[in-house]
């Protein structure tokens, strides 16, 4: 075997190695790829602050910010689902009575639909109930068990506890991380390497920065149009889909269906119900054609059938947040596939060169 293969097989080796290891380790590695994350989103303003305090105040500063961010966004938010649910369950057993009285005839005089069974409210207040006491006995009975609520709760700490510890190392030391990884590349390799580097880091910030923009945009703007649409939970509704919209396609969806269900279950009609599909309709066209093509920019250029596929394939592999890093991972592998496609068309195998 030449030294070249030999070399090829190695680093092939090794690399196979690192996914194993990352496959074994996910279910750990939960608090660090949060904090690289959101080390990687805060570096900039660090090194702003860099240039005017030392760099630990600047961090320190940095993580203050963001923490009163999600601390005031939490209060906000959570008192505010909290009632939504409580008003959901206390207006089930009226919507039941309001398809009983309005939706059914319809469906019979206008469709042609003959349903035979009517929803009892008295029915769904059973369910409620009974569902409510047994969700409260799995509960208890997880949280009694030694094993199984320690183990939860050791790893809610974690992620509460090692996250923001090592987003501070990670800061504090980000550019001599960065020297670090450029002095191990092999010299041959280095100017090739580190263009490629820049290009991925290029397309990852343009795709995290721009799509923090897109998700604010989006915030604003679904929370004010189910406000004009009479949507009550107009506030949270419009927030929850701002930030679910990270997920493409996921996030939409599930935005649509929270805003649907508290559009149905406020007892007034279709109104409030169109409200919800055309401000949501609107959003979809807004966020496609203006907001992410103008703040993430066409640079990506991952296919709608990729992006389903890596949402699948790295959710499957690193659980929920393998769904959070699989459009930035997939976006950097583009990168390389990009630079191995040159290479392929420029060799003499693809060429047929002797």
Known sequence: MSDNRLETAI???????????????????????????????CNPLVDRLDKHLPRVVGV?????????????????????LRDEAMQIMDRLPALAGMVNAQ?????????????????????IKRLITTNWT??????????????????VVLQILAALLLTPVAMFYLLRDWNQLLARVEHA?????HAQSIALLREIDSVLAEFLRGQILVMIALAAYYAIGLAIAGVDF???????????????????????????????LQLQGWPPVIGVVIV???GQVLESFLLTPYLVGNRIGLHPLVVIFALMAFGQIFGFFGILVALPV?????VGLRQMRSVYLASRFYKGAP
């Open 11 to 41: 680093w092939a080796s090794l690399g196979l190695a690192v996914l194993g290891l990352f496959y074994l380790l996910g279910p750990i590695l939960a608090p660090f790829v949060l904090a690289a994350i959101l080390a990687y989103i």
């Open 60 to 80: 320190v500063l940095v993580m203050l910010l963001l923490t009163g961010a999600i601390l005031l966004m939490g209060l906000l938010l959570l008192p505010l």
């Open 103 to 123: 939706w059914i005839p319809w469906l019979e005089q206008h469709l042609h639909i003959r349903l035979k069974f009517q929803i009892s409210p008295d029915e």
């Open 134 to 151: 047994n969700v409260q006995a799995v509960i208890e009975k997880i949280l009694s068990s030694a094993a199984v609520g320690s183990r």
């Open 185 to 189: 590349i092999p010299r041959r390799w």
């Open 234 to 264: 107009a506030l949270p509704l419009g927030v929850i889909t701002g930030l679910l919209v990270f997920i493409p396609y996921l996030g939409y969806a599930t935005g649509l269906v929270l805003a649907l269900l508290a559009a149905f």
């Open 280 to 282: 949501y309709s609107i």
């Open 330 to 334: 997939s976006a950097a592998m583009l």
